[in-house]
């Protein structure tokens, strides 16, 4: 496990995301829907995945479907700093009971299939 967690801090310093890629991204993407279908069978919250999940759609859409997902990294540089205000968004605060799924998530409950190829 140490050696693997090793690998995947080195890709984005190197920016080689697709060497020796045993579990690459386009078949992670693939298989999510079962991941999130059997959370939802088994009723377990699947509120912790789904957004690295998201982000996993995201990095396929752009054309890496072959990398591994140490290339996710790109995509939280890209974003940059995550800032925190206290003022309230001018429709008001959001009633934290309502929440507002991914888009990406629908397609991976209903079985969609994301092009590896991007």
């Keep these: 496990m140490a050696g693997m967690a090793h690998r ?7 920016g080689d995301h697709t060497s020796g890629v045993v579990s690459h991204l386009a078949m992670q993407v693939a ?8 959370a939802q069978e088994q009723q377990v919250s699947a509120e912790l995945i789904t957004p690295f ?12 479907g ?3 997902t140490s290339g996710l990294v790109d995509l939280l540089r890209r974003r940059g700093p995550v800032r925190v205000s206290s003022q309230r ?3 008001g605060p ?3 009971h309502t929440p507002r799924p991914p ?6 409950l209903t079985g969609n299939r994301c092009d ?3």
């Design 8 to 14: 995947t801090a080195e890709r984005p310093a190197s």
């Design 31 to 38: 298989g999510a829907g079962t991941l999130l279908r059997t």
């Design 53 to 64: 999940l998201d982000l996993m759609a995201r990095r396929l859409a752009e054309g890496h």
């Design 66 to 68: 072959q990398e591994d």
């Design 89 to 91: 968004s001018p429709a």
């Design 94 to 96: 959001r009633d934290p």
């Design 103 to 108: 888009p990406l998530r629908a397609a991976f």
């Design 116 to 118: 590896a190829a991007g």
